[in-house]
T-cell receptor, first 114, second 113 residues
């Protein structure tokens, strides 16, 4: 069975450009999480969805970040406009039912904003 | 909110020796403590977890211990092998209020052949 799928794996863009990261959760999983990993701040939860509905977006850094989950098999994290400090590895994870279930992480997207 | 501290940040051990990584947490309501292993270029993968109704859990060469009174938990890897080299993260979660996982800052474990 395929795990969590993320695309692209690497993204290099220039400051001010829009960036869209994509995630396909494990089939049948009802919760989806977006994390950001940096050396300075470690692994931080940005937002999580349950049954396609955003439950907690308190970790979203600012209005430049937005996330959507139009259906059970797809989610996007968008940064507009991007800034150099957004450079990080962004992970998507999914769990079977809720935030209290085991989370399975994707391989991540390494974002570099020049 | 929850605060999780993890030590050491780096750890090198000889192959075959044991490795111990320690974490402390601040929220006494936390009751779920997973450990994740992250290999280079990959996402974190759950390797073992413990809930607050038990003090120790083992899975082959890996064990986790929990001391709720002191609010700390530890990962023990015995008979270490080169493939154990990775970054390990502890995490904690409460079932009350904010239920999200709070991660430690990670330990880079290197097994010396």
């Amino acid at each position: 069975d395929a795990g969590v799928i993320q695309s692209p794996r690497h993204e290099v863009t220039e400051m001010g450009q829009e960036v869209t990261l994509r995630c396909k959760p494990i089939s049948g999983h009802n919760s989806l999480f977006w994390y950001r990993q940096t050396m300075m701040r470690g692994l931080e939860l940005l937002i999580y969805f349950n049954n396609n509905v955003p439950i907690d977006d308190s970790g979203m850094p600012e209005d430049r970040f937005s996330a959507k989950m139009p259906n059970a098999s797809f989610s996007t994290l968008k940064i507009q406009p991007s800034e150099p400090r957004d450079s990080a590895v962004y992970f998507c994870a999914s769990s079977l039912r809720s935030v209290t279930d085991t989370q399975y992480f994707g391989p991540g997207t390494r974002l570099t904003v020049l | 909110g929850e605060n999780v501290e993890q030590h050491p940040s780096t750890l090198s051990v000889q192959e075959g020796d044991s490795a111990v990584i320690k974490c402390t947490y601040s929220d006494s309501a936390s009751n779920y403590f997973p450990w994740y292993k992250q290999e280079l270029g990959k996402g974190p993968q759950l390797i073992i977890d413990i809930r607050s109704n038990v003090g120790e859990k083992k899975d082959q060469r890996i064990a986790v211990t929990l001391n709720k009174t002191a609010k700390h938990f530890s990962l023990h890897i015995t008979e270490t092998q080169p493939e154990d080299s990775a970054v390990y993260f502890c995490a904690a979660r409460s079932n009350f209020g904010n239920e999200k996982l709070t991660f430690g800052t990670g330990t880079r474990l290197t097994i010396i052949p």
